[in-house]
């Protein structure tokens, strides 16, 4: 079982910059691959990030690429995200997950599910 609980999401606007945080309970956290989705109101569940369980792979959806870095910190058992240049269109609930291995775009692949953090860009 992990648990992950997401923070640092908020009311920004246009431009501005966001660090998510993913701090996970399991002493394995090390061996999980990470990942971060989001969800807009309407819009079904989209892939942003994810980063491989040694950190020296990272994937990033085309919509964020150059604006969004995933980093994680084993020893704290944590995930980041940070986002710049954000836009209103990044607006969403944004998800941690975690995965043994699998499609790392695809929801299906990840076992557990942080309860998300709001993401709110004004224009």
């Known amino acids: 079982q992990v648990q992950l609980v997401e923070s640092g999401g908020g009311l920004v606007q246009a431009g501005d910059s966001l660090r998510l945080s993913c701090a996970a309970s399991?002493?394995?956290?090390?061996?999980?691959?990470m990942g971060w989705f989001r969800q807009a109101p309407g819009r079904e569940r989209e892939f942003v990030a994810a980063?491989?369980?040694?950190?020296?792979?990272?994937y990033y959806a085309d919509s964020v690429k150059g604006r969004f870095t995933i980093s994680r910190d084993n020893a704290k058992n944590t995930v980041y995200l940070q986002m710049n240049s954000l836009k209103p269109e990044d607006t969403a609930v944004y998800y941690c997950?975690?995965?043994?291995?699998?499609?790392?775009?695809?929801?299906?692949?990840?076992?557990?599910w942080g309860q998300g953090t709001q993401v709110t860009v004004s224009s």
């Open positions: 997950a975690s995965t043994s291995g699998g499609d790392y775009w695809k929801p299906g692949a990840y076992n557990y």
């Open positions: 399991a002493r394995t956290f090390s061996t999980y691959d």
């Open positions: 980063i491989s369980w040694t950190g020296r792979r990272t």
